[in-house]
C-alpha cells in the first residue's frame, strides 16, 4: 500500500487489509462540499489491474445520512435495473466502503467533451423515469422532503441573500417575524395546489453525479452520490437537473425533458407536475442562492457568487407562475432586489 490516509479514529490499513485491498495503491481524489471522502485504489500490474473506490462515510452520519442509507439506496438501484456501483466490502460502524470504480468521466465532462447536450439530458431523464416506476409507495422507508436538511435549509435565503438584497443593498438584521412570514408563504402555496405524485429523489441529482462511461457501454451511464435520497414530490431530480446552479441548461432541452418525463400523463397530470415542479424549483433556488452567500462569507468560496445572476434569474422566471404569488408578494413587501450584484 503506497499511501496510509487516516480519518479521525478511523485506520484504513486496517479495513483494506480485512477487505483483501491492503496491496493497493492509493490516491486522494478532490472532496466536494460534503463530509464524504474518496480515495482511488488500484491493484495489480500493467497487463492485469483492477480498480475501486475507498467511499469515507464516517463523518457523514453528524449532518446528513450515512452509509446504511447508500447501501440500501444502491441495492433498490441496481434491483430495479439503473446502474449504481456495485459494493466489494463496507463497515457500517466505521462508515468505509470499498465501491465499484465506474469511471472519472461525468456527464458534465462529457458534455465538454463534445457528447451531445440532448442525448445526455435525456439518458439521464430516462433514468429518473425508471427510478419513478419503481416505486410509489415508499418501500425504502426514506425520510419525506419536509424532514431532510434540504428542506430545512430553505430559510437560508431569509439569513443570507435578504440581508444583502433587501431595500436595495442596503441591508439589515433579519428578525423572526422574517422567518415566520417566509414559512407562511410556503404554507400558502403548498395549500393552494392538489397533492403531488410522490416518488424516490435521489437528493442531489446533476451531471457531475453521472457517470458517462461511453457510446459502446452498456449500461453508458453510472449512477453516484444518491446516499441522501429522500421520498418527495416527483418534479425535485428532474429540475435539480435541468436547473443546477452551475449550468445553463438550453430551454428547448428543458422543455423536451420534461414533456419526455410527463409523456403519458394527462392534461391534468401534467399541469400539477409542472406546478410543483416551478414550487419546487423556487424552494431550491432560495437553499441554494443563501447557502452560496453563506459558504462565501464563512469558508472562503467566493467563487459560487458568480452562479448568483444565474440563480437570481431562475427565481425572477418562477415569480411569474400565478402558484407563487405568495413568494412575489414577501419579495416585492420586503423590497429583495433579484438584480443586485453580491460580491461579498
Not at 137 to 144: M, V
Not at 147 to 161: A, E, G, H, K, S
Request: glycine fraction near 6%.
Amino acid at each position: 500500500m503506497n499511501a496510509n490516509p487516516q480519518s479521525n479514529q478511523i485506520d484504513y490499513a486496517v479495513f483494506l487489509k480485512q477487505a483483501g485491498w491492503d496491496e493497493a495503491e492509493i490516491i486522494p481524489l478532490s472532496a466536494d462540499m460534503g463530509l464524504r471522502r474518496y480515495f482511488k485504489l488500484t491493484r495489480g500490474n500493467d497487463k492485469k489491474s483492477e480498480v475501486a473506490l475507498l467511499m469515507d462515510m464516517s463523518r457523514a452520519g453528524i449532518l446528513e445520512t450515512g452509509l446504511a442509507e447508500f447501501l440500501k439506496v444502491g441495492r433498490f438501484l441496481n434491483d430495479n435495473d439503473i446502474n449504481a456501483p456495485e459494493i466489494f466490502a463496507f463497515d457500517v460502524d466505521q462508515g468505509l466502503a470499498i465501491i465499484e470504480y465506474l469511471g472519472d468521466t461525468s456527464f458534465g465532462d462529457a458534455l465538454k467533451q463534445g457528447v451531445d447536450a440532448e442525448k445526455l439530458y435525456s439518458l439521464a431523464t430516462d433514468i429518473l423515469i425508471k427510478i419513478r416506476d419503481a416505486d410509489n409507495c415508499n418501500q425504502l422507508e426514506l425520510n419525506g422532503y419536509k424532514d431532510t436538511l434540504i428542506w430545512q435549509r430553505v430559510p437560508q435565503f431569509v439569513d443570507y441573500y435578504m440581508p444583502l438584497a433587501a431595500d436595495n443593498g442596503a441591508g439589515r438584521l433579519t428578525t423572526q417575524t422574517d422567518h415566520d412570514e417566509f414559512q407562511q408563504v410556503w404554507k400558502d402555496i403548498e395549500a393552494a395546489l392538489p397533492s403531488c405524485p410522490m416518488g424516490v429523489c435521489l437528493g442531489d441529482y446533476h451531471l457531475e453525479n453521472l457517470i458517462w462511461r461511453g457510446a459502446e457501454a452498456e449500461p453508458q451511464y453510472g449512477v453516484i452520490d444518491f446516499q441522501d435520497a429522500f421520498w418527495s414530490p416527483q418534479p425535485y431530480d428532474l429540475l435539480n437537473l435541468l436547473e443546477d446552479a452551475r449550468v445553463s441548461v438550453p430551454q428547448d432541452i428543458k422543455d423536451k425533458m420534461i414533456a419526455q418525463y410527463c409523456a403519458g400523463m394527462s392534461a391534468k397530470e401534467q399541469k400539477i407536475f409542472q406546478d410543483w415542479y416551478v414550487v419546487m424549483s423556487a424552494q431550491f433556488h432560495c437553499r441554494v442562492i443563501g447557502l452560496f452567500v453563506k459558504f462565501a462569507r464563512e469558508n472562503g468560496g467566493v467563487e459560487f457568487l458568480t452562479h448568483i445572476p444565474r440563480l437570481q434569474g431562475y427565481i425572477a422566471k418562477n415569480l411569474k407562475n400565478p402558484a407563487l404569488k405568495p413568494l412575489k408578494e414577501f419579495m416585492e413587501g420586503h423590497n429583495i432586489s433579484l438584480n443586485i450584484e453580491i460580491n461579498q
